[in-house]
């Protein structure tokens, strides 16, 4: 019965293999004292010149001088796609950036350009879990004179540290990551596309890889960046406006909230809203919020009106930062380049769905569009609301500020005028 027996063995040995290993180190205070000692036995005392650890950064931020860069082998390189078969998202460049951050290891760690590869994380992270991340979106845009240049990339970084605040994530000095950006966008710099109509997004992210459940800052978190190529982020009518739909009852953001953040967990709960929208014909929401349906945004952009105000003026507005809104770059640029044009008033105002159906009625509402890097300024043309669908005379008008706005931000983001907006980066 020798068979039988090594059966009931094997039996055993798979049932009980969890009692066989006879020392299980289960709390990490007991292993970091056996590194300790280990440690101690053979303690040899580090040059002052030397840093203690070759990866660790001591300073409060990494740095660029530490990069390092790690290029695709040729046969890793991917060909790339024809501009008009871009979309939005869909084709990703040859190289990425990471920075990974481990409190116990001194903070932040090396920035690394690498080859573009799939992430490996423990399936506890925090950020899969508890949403614990946040994003930004860029783009590198090359010029007529060939030159690729950045759009205040300073304000995606001063936004992207105050979201890692907000959710317990490491902070950084931005400067030091626009120069790793740089870069890498200088590697991939063949990616970016030679028209005006396709740009190179960039993507940093910063996420929670702490493998533990409980919900609290983690102690070690990663930065990567991605650049994908581009063309218009657009899904229209004909006529190239969008038609949106307001739903008194979702939020995107209220007050003391995250709207004013761009964490992950403010756009997975608009898919739903969104897809009603689509049913009843139309291509984005308006988010309303409060009693007075007051307008926050759309889709995942600012929103502007033009209309002629009380004193018979031609005005732009915008609802103010309450923290329900993202405070968009388009938004702060668009703000700022009209402010200085002198045949319009530019006004920060909380703007209600009755003053927009009332100043439609007037014939005073000329105009209604939203705005953001991916799309730059989207045209809208008809806003659906309590069973009414109001016609908005956006692509009716003969000099539309829309396209004033846009033609502005197109001309200094491609170089057809020098602008301190853009920052050439090669
Ligand atoms: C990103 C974003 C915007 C636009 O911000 P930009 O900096 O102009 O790209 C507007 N609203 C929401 C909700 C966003 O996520």
């Known amino acids: 019965m020798p068979i039988r027996r090594s059966q009931v063995l094997v039996k055993w040995i798979f049932e009980n293999q969890h009692k066989l290993q006879t020392i299980r180190w289960c709390s990490s205070s007991l292993r970091y004292k056996e ?31 530490d990069l390092q860069v790690r290029l695709a082998a040729p046969y890793q390189l991917t060909p790339k796609p024809e501009a008009k078969e871009l979309g939005f998202g869909k084709y990703f460049t040859d190289h990425m950036l990471k920075i990974y951050y481990h409190k116990e290891l001194g903070g932040w760690q090396k920035p690394e350009i690498m080859p573009f590869e799939n992430l490996n994380i423990h399936p506890a992270a925090k950020a899969l879990h508890y949403a614990i991340q946040l994003f930004e979106g860029l783009k590198a845009y090359r010029g007529v004179d060939d030159k690729i240049r950045l759009f205040r990339p300073e304000l995606n970084m001063e936004r992207m540290n105050l979201a890692a605040q907000r959710s317990g994530l490491p902070m950084f000095d931005g400067e030091e990551l626009v120069q790793c950006i740089k870069r890498l966008v200088q590697i991939d710099q063949e ?63 209220f007050p003391g909230g995250v709207g004013n953040r761009k964490v992950g967990s403010n756009y997975g709960p608009t898919i739903e809203a969104t897809a009603r929208a689509a049913k009843l014909g139309h291509h984005q929401v308006l988010w309303l919020f409060g009693p007075d349906h007051q307008l926050t945004e759309v889709g995942a952009m600012n929103i502007f009106m033009v209309h002629i105000n009380d004193q018979g003026d031609k005005q732009l507005s915008t609802p103010p930062l309450n923290g329900l809104i993202l405070p968009g770059v388009t938004r702060r640029s668009i703000i700022e380049l009209a402010s200085q044009w002198e045949d319009i008033v530019v006004r920060e105002e909380v703007i209600t769905m009755d003053r927009v159906i009332q100043l439609n009625q007037q014939g005073r509402l000329l105009e209604m569009f939203g705005a953001g890097t991916a799309v730059i300024i989207s045209p809208i043309s008809r806003v659906g609301f309590l069973e009414q669908n109001i016609e908005i005379p956006t692509m009716k008008q003969s000099n539309p500020v829309f396209q004033r706005v846009k033609d502005t931000l197109l001309a200094i983001q491609y170089g057809h005028v020098e602008h301190p907006y853009a920052k050439v980066i090669s």
């Open 35 to 65: 590194l300790e000692d280990s440690v101690q036995a053979d303690h040899v005392a580090p040059s002052p010149t030397q840093k203690p650890h070759p990866q660790i950064t001591p300073e409060i931020s990494f740095k660029y001088e």
């Open 191 to 253: 990616w970016v596309p030679h028209s005006e109509t396709s740009t190179l997004y960039i993507r940093p992210t910063l996420i929670g890889i702490e493998p533990t459940f409980g919900i609290m800052a983690p102690e070690s978190a990663l930065l990567f960046v991605i650049l994908s190529p581009v063309s218009a982020y657009y899904k229209a009518s004909s006529d190239g406006a969008v038609s949106i739909f307001a739903d008194p009852n979702v939020v995107r953001a």
